[in-house]
């Protein structure tokens, strides 16, 4: 055997087969992120592997959340896990979210991943409470403060057609989307 021959022998003993498709992160300013999506309907053996999918595609773009129309799918499905992996009772799951009530104010930093390198202080609710379905079509409340409470909010707005950047100053955004521009016109982006 070739040198190329065995590594590929040993790297074919630790790929993870379990894992399905890795999807790709969609970035600003592609369509799907700008308009709300559509709500989730069958909960079947497909959503559930597409919910592993992208808890797998979220842990190699490395965040903490991701929205389907993130990986270009128009639908009200997110995952979070603000353990990176750590504690998997930490992992969720949110079909159909809506937040019923929130309390509270925060002023931290976002970014997100389908908006990489770009960073900003977004106001948000300190704590809200979400009514959502899980992969069963159940549904079910979750309560969540600090960075839980940022990140559902912040899932839950792309399901709605809102990054956010849209939640800043105009002037902010604007000065945001300048850069993007220019990274873009330099083949950055």
């Not at 997100?112 to 979400?130: G, N, Q």
């Not at 899932?155 to 873009?184: A, C, N, P, Y």
Request: hydrophobic content about 40%; charged content about 35%.
């Amino acid at each position: 055997m070739r040198c190329s021959e065995i590594s590929m022998a040993i790297a074919s003993r630790f790929e993870r087969t379990d894992v399905g498709k890795i999807h790709e992160v969609v970035k600003w300013p592609n369509p799907v992120l700008s308009k709300p999506g559509e709500r989730v309907t069958v909960f079947d053996a497909k959503l559930k592997k597409l919910v592993e999918e992208m808890f797998e595609s979220m842990y190699a773009a490395q965040g903490i959340g991701l929205a389907a129309p993130q990986i270009s799918l128009s639908q009200r499905l997110t995952v979070i896990d603000c353990s990176f992996r750590k504690n998997p009772e930490e992992k969720v799951v949110l079909i159909n979210p809506e937040i019923i009530e929130s309390r509270g104010k925060q002023v931290e930093e976002e970014g997100c991943l389908s908006l990489p390198e770009i960073r900003d202080k977004v106001t948000r609710a300190e704590w809200v409470k979400v009514r959502a379905q899980d992969v069963t079509g159940k549904t079910f409340e979750i309560e969540g403060t600090e960075l839980l409470a940022r990140a559902m909010q912040h899932e839950i707005d792309h399901l709605d057609g809102v990054l956010f950047i849209d939640r800043l100053s105009r002037l902010k955004r604007d000065l945001i989307i300048r850069k993007i521009k220019k990274m873009q016109k330099n083949g950055e982006w």
